[in-house]
């Protein structure tokens, strides 16, 4: 069964770092990029960047820079974000989303619930 | 950045009617459009792609329309299933950039 699964809600103070996973299954990992997308509460969707799947490398958006990084482990088919200095306004929905080409985002991840508060 | 607006924001309809979502850019996208429907709790799904194309397993009911700056998405004969919140995303330049969303509700 093609799918993205992604790692559980988390629950972080301020300052604090958090990583949060996406494995896929059933296709090959390293054919589509994978992007990374936020989504506050009440908001709308917010593309954060993707990385190549066969390259590692990444691209971040503007506001995703420093303190965001995606990464991979392609022997586990797994996508990785991780976000350090946690803030208040991190608080989201974090979801992957496989690119079938040129920016089309066909299969996503559940989301991933982070939640900053002290 | 390319600014993505949607009209309207939000639309009430009955089942068996049909219903028109407009999405304009700020600048010309091409056919670099896409439309998510988005229930809660759930991640968006791929309806539309280049701004026409219907992703495979969708409903022929839905079709998408436009090219430049202004798009539009039709969903026919609408079923209990399609209240949802749909949106529009540019995918011509980074970064992508998503619409403000409409929420379609049951009449």
């Known amino acids: 069964q093609v799918q993205l699964v992604q790692s559980g809600s988390e629950l972080r103070k301020p300052g604090a770092s958090v990583k949060v996973s996406c494995k896929a299954s059933?296709?090959?990992?390293?054919?589509?990029?994978m992007n990374w997308v936020r989504q506050a509460p009440g908001q709308g969707p917010e593309w954060m960047g993707w990385?190549?799947?066969?390259?590692?490398?990444?691209m971040y958006a503007q506001g995703f820079t420093g303190r965001f990084v995606f990464s991979l482990d392609t022997s586990v088919s797994t996508a990785y974000l991780q976000i350090t200095s946690l803030r208040a306004e991190d608080t989201a929905i974090y979801y992957c989303a496989r690119d079938l080409s040129s920016g089309w985002f066909d299969l996503w991840g559940q989301g991933t619930q982070v939640t900053v508060s002290s | 950045d390319i600014q993505m607006t949607q009209s309207p924001s939000s639309v009430s309809a009955s089942v068996g009617d049909t219903v028109t979502i407009t999405c304009r850019a700020s600048q010309g996208i091409s056919s670099w459009l896409a439309w998510f429907q988005q229930k809660p709790g759930q991640a968006p799904k791929l309806l539309i792609y280049a701004a026409s194309n219907l992703q495979s397993g969708v409903p022929s009911r839905f079709s998408g329309s436009g090219s430049g700056t202004d798009f539009t998405l039709t969903i026919s004969s609408l079923q209990p299933e399609d209240f949802a919140t749909y949106y529009c995303q540019q995918a011509h330049n980074f970064p992508y950039t998503f619409g403000q969303g409409t929420k379609l509700e049951i009449k």
């Open positions: 990385i190549n799947t066969d390259t590692g490398k990444p």
């Open positions: 059933g296709y090959t990992f390293t054919t589509n990029a």
